[in-house]
């Protein structure tokens, strides 16, 4: 029997300590939060993506009468974003929550969220960071794959 250890580093960034240049994907992800129709759970979120070219597309979950029709902000964002620049590589992913008008501390993409995460990164075979952000800090992932371990990916399918 063989055991592999599998490693994932993340880090942890006080929002006062975030790059400038990561500032606007952060507060996009905020905002999108109030455009979140989400009359059944009233948990709010906002997911904006990063372009390579500096444009920013957002997404907020959807919900439904009929709950599985729903679909999560990240899903929203990156569909929105593949939809409207399908040729543009997304560089960074940002995800904020809101309930009773405030914003939650940082939350994690659900698993179906995170398969989209990584075809998103694997389509244009380029690290795609995920900001998962909170009041006071923002958890950082480099790359989608490492939310994914032992992932099923287009090269399961050659
Ligand atoms: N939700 C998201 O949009 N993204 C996540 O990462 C977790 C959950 C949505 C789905 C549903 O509309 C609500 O939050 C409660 O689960």
Not at 36 to 41: D, E, F, G, L, M
Not at 124 to 146: F, H, W
Request: with cysteine.
């Amino acid at each position: 029997m063989k055991e592999i250890k599998l490693e994932t580093k993340i880090r942890i960034c006080l929002l006062a300590e975030l790059p400038e240049e990561e500032l606007p994907v952060v507060e996009a992800a905020l905002k999108a939060t109030e455009q979140s129709y989400a009359p059944y759970s009233k948990f709010h979120v906002g997911a904006a993506a990063l372009l390579e070219d500096g444009t920013i597309v957002t997404g907020s979950n959807q919900e439904n009468a009929a709950y599985p029709s729903g679909l999560c902000a990240e899903r929203v964002a990156l569909f929105h974003a593949g939809h409207r620049y399908p040729d543009v590589p997304v560089v960074a992913l940002a995800i904020a929550a809101a309930a009773n008008g405030r914003q939650v501390g940082s939350i994690s993409p659900c698993g179906a969220c995170r398969q989209v995460l990584l075809e998103a990164e694997q389509r244009y075979g380029k690290p795609m960071k995920v900001l998962l952000c909170g009041t006071e800090e923002v958890i950082i992932a480099e790359r989608a794959e490492s939310l994914l371990p032992l992932c099923f990916g287009a090269k399961d399918l050659e």
